[in-house]
């Protein structure tokens, strides 16, 4: 939610009582046909709706208020109000989320693709896309963006720094290479965002593959991804889930069909406020003769990616492994508004191939006892409690609080003060101990000492590590050198080789 300013606070009470009385106004147009799939309401419906009561009353205030209001600004409240009072993954966007948010689920975005961190009074370029308007104009990693536009980056706004202009308009950057400056032009154009899926070949017979969002792009790079690893072979799959928060529900169901090679399996139903059921099923079409599948999960697993081990879970196709994912079993439509933003509203709940909820409670409900089974093995699953692995692995995100600055900036501080970006030894990078790391990077912690929990200690040392390796290389290459020190993927690769693991078939 917005935070509202102080003027906003002292008259929302005189709508507060209109609020939670009125219906949602209706009429808006889907955002995305493509991908969204509740059909618009009907005039009748926005008739009775009571549509017009909020507007009248900003008029009122906007007209007659003694102390005079923003007009706009009370919208603003008076939507964020009643979005308040519903579920908490209903939302309403304002125009400028709304632009980010639909950048963020199409896979591309107006731009010159570069991702930069903020230090100090520049920016630092720590990754530069593919085949992007950047990538061709000379920028390096770690350049430092002095201005954008002629503008300091003192004087931009956050995320305005880098803007987003129409296709074919310049950039003008004034960059700091080891105390050069450069000015650069370059042309915005239509960047895609970095694949959402990562490949690895572990072994022959073992492939892993990160899906880190489900947007519109995902099946497509879903399937490239595992092209590229065709002349290595494809048995067993290892599907890492971890940070995955989800997106649109038809090109997650599209992917979990690849896994199975039956038709008409159910994958997940979705049942809306008229008790109206729609299912995706199975299509029949496996590209990929994938025998044992096992799929990483982290407490930041939600939405699409527990629609996905859901499934593998219910059908005993594969083993899940990892943390109980977060818990978000409800169906969002997102509807455009007249004043440029949108709602983003839970329109159905969802329900895993047994009849799970695994939407975690968010107000008082009455206890569900109901007991639910795999649908093969008749194992006991969880209800209303996201997907509880099969395997669980003992994590933790405490330490993560002792970072005044995110994980990737002090990676980057590090890089920095070691002059690692000139020249490093992987080997000796991946060696150091994380007494070593955190006395690299002391001013970046908060507090770390002795009571800290082990296992959370070695969860920041491989996290930044990672982040390091990333920046450095790849993802790919940060996923090469670390694999052997991740205990999600070696519970993974464990699992697979095991002849318990829990599958459709017995290999």
């Known amino acids: 939610m917005n935070n509202h300013s102080k003027k906003s606070i002292v008259y929302r009470p005189l709508l507060y009582a209109f609020l939670l009385s009125m219906g949602l106004a209706a009429g808006f147009k889907l955002s995305n046909p493509q991908h969204l799939f509740i059909k618009k309401l009907s005039t009748k419906h926005e008739r009775n709706g009571g549509a017009g009561k909020v507007e009248e009353v900003i008029r009122f205030i906007d007209s007659k208020y003694v102390y005079g209001v ?42 010159i693709g570069i991702e930069t961190l903020q230090d100090g009074d520049t920016l630092v370029v720590v990754k ?24 300091l980056i003192p004087d931009l706004e956050g995320k305005e720094a880098v803007s987003q202009k129409e296709k074919g308009q310049k ?29 690895f070949a572990i072994n022959d017979s073992i492939s892993y593959l990160k899906i880190s969002q489900f947007n519109a792009q995902v099946y497509k790079d879903f399937n490239y991804a595992l092209e590229s690893l065709q002349p290595n072979g494809i048995k067993h799959l290892i599907v890492d889930l971890r940070g995955n928060p989800g997106g649109y529900l038809p090109e997650t169901a599209k992917i979990l069909s690849l896994f199975f090679e039956e038709k008409d399996k159910l994958l997940v139903k979705t049942i809306d406020k008229n008790n109206k059921e729609s299912e995706y099923k199975s299509t029949g079409r496996q590209f990929y003769p994938l025998e044992k599948i096992a799929v990483i999960v982290d407490s930041n697993s939600a939405s699409g990616s527990e629609i996905l081990a859901g499934a593998i879970q219910d059908w005993d196709r594969g083993v899940i492994i990892g943390q109980t994912t977060y818990g978000k079993g409800l169906v969002q439509e997102q509807y455009s508004l007249n004043n440029g933003g949108a709602l983003r509203l839970t329109i159905a709940e969802y329900l895993t191939p047994s009849g799970r909820f695994i939407q975690k409670p968010f107000k008082e409900i009455d206890a569900d006892t ?34 005044k600055n995110g994980i990737s900036k002090t990676a980057y501080h590090i890089i920095r ?29 908060v507090k770390l000492d002795n009571s800290s929990s082990p296992i959370c200690v070695a969860e920041l040392e491989r996290q930044l590590k990672y982040s390091i390796f990333s920046m450095l290389y790849s993802e790919n290459k940060a996923f090469e050198i670390m694999q052997d020190d991740d205990p999600f993927v070696q519970g993974a690769l464990t699992s697979i080789k095991s002849r318990d693991l829990l599958a459709k078939k017995q290999f």
């Open 128 to 151: 530069i896309l593919e085949d992007s308007p950047a990538s061709k104009s000379g920028i390096k990693p770690f350049d430092r963006i002095i201005s954008i536009d002629n503008k």
């Open 370 to 403: 109901q007991q639910f089974y795999s649908l093969i093995h008749k194992r006991p699953l969880a209800n209303r409690s996201g997907i509880v692995p099969d395997v669980l692995i003992e994590g933790s995100n405490d330490c993560f609080a002792s970072l």
């Open 171 to 199: 950039t003008s950057l004034i960059i700091d290479r080891e105390g050069e400056e450069i000015d650069l032009l370059i042309s915005n154009g239509l960047v895609s965002s970095e694949s959402t899926c990562m490949a």
């Open 70 to 111: 923003d007009a706009s600004e009370l919208t603003e409240v008076a939507l964020s109000s009643i979005i308040e009072e519903l579920d908490p993954h209903s939302a309403y966007l304002s125009k400028d989320e709304l632009v980010k948010v639909n950048e963020q689920m199409s896979g591309n975005y107006n731009g």
């Open 417 to 445: 003060k070691q002059d690692w970006h000139k020249s490093n030894s992987p080997e000796k990078i991946r060696n150091l101990s994380f007494e070593e790391l955190h006395k690299l990077a002391e001013a970046d912690f």
